[in-house]
């Protein structure tokens, strides 16, 4: 069976510091695996997306994933947050149909 | 719009009351896609579309739970003697082909459905 993780329910981090938010997955077969983005009251925006290949992936604003299959992570990264980034972000992991999603990660960017 | 797009985006049910979400997903989409997400949680699937054809429901709480895609576009989720453990919101997805697996699947904003 399929499972996340997402460590950490409440990241803050100040304007201009690294974001990092981890996610591990559990899954018995090469998984694919996504990052998706909720403001609120909004829907979930795809970030970006690992499904085979080059296993740091780079995705929209500036975010990036780095695969690691001996560690069954994918942790996202950004060098450096905007008050803009300020969301809720979640892992999920496919095989299909459906994913399956984390719990999720408030970010929040300090001034 | 180029978007998923979803009505109601807020509907407040009497328990025991019977409600219709609508889902139109993105033009051209095969597959749809419904999802539960309860305050504080990860949104957990319920069930799969390809064209009309309803692939999975694997995730369906219960029976009173119902979701169709008659012509293979729009669909509707139907909840059938709400109970007060429905509320939630539910998100619809589309992807234009299989599972989303390549391409991602595309989320509408959701229904907040609150049962009192």
């Known amino acids: 069976a399929q499972s996340v993780t997402q460590l950490g329910s409440h990241v803050s981090v100040s304007e201009g510091a690294l974001v990092l938010l981890r996610c591990n997955y559990s899954?018995?077969?090469?998984?694919?695996l996504f990052w998706y983005v909720q403001y609120p009251n909004q829907g979930l925006q795809l970030l970006l997306k690992?499904?085979?290949?080059?296993?740091l992936v780079k995705g929209i604003n500036g975010f990036e994933a780095e695969f690691k299959k001996s560690e069954t992570s994918f942790h996202l990264t950004k060098p450096s947050a905007h008050m803009s980034d300020a969301a809720e972000y979640f892992c999920?992991?496919?095989?299909?149909?459906?994913?399956?999603f984390g719990t999720g990660t408030r970010l929040k960017v300090l001034a | 719009g180029a978007g998923v797009s979803q009505s109601p985006r807020y509907k407040v049910a009497k328990r025991g009351q019977d409600v219709a979400l609508r889902c139109d997903p993105i033009?051209?989409?095969?597959?749809l896609f419904w999802y539960q997400q309860a305050l504080g949680q990860g949104p957990e699937f319920l069930t799969y579309?390809?064209?009309?054809?309803?692939?999975?429901k694997s995730g369906l709480p219960s029976d009173r739970f119902f979701a169709e895609r008659p012509e293979g576009s729009v669909s509707t989720l139907k909840i059938q003697r709400t109970q007060q453990e429905d509320s939630a919101v539910y998100l619809c997805?589309?992807?234009?082909?299989?599972?989303?697996?390549?391409?991602?699947?595309?989320f509408g904003p959701g229904t907040r459905l609150t049962v009192l």
């Open positions: 999920a992991v496919s095989p299909p149909p459906g994913y399956i």
């Open positions: 579309f390809q064209n009309e054809a309803q692939l999975d």
């Open positions: 899954s018995s077969v090469p998984p694919y």
């Open positions: 033009s051209g989409h095969v597959s």
């Open positions: 690992y499904t085979t290949g080059a296993t």
């Open positions: 997805a589309s992807s234009l082909g299989g599972s989303g697996q390549g391409t991602g699947q595309f």
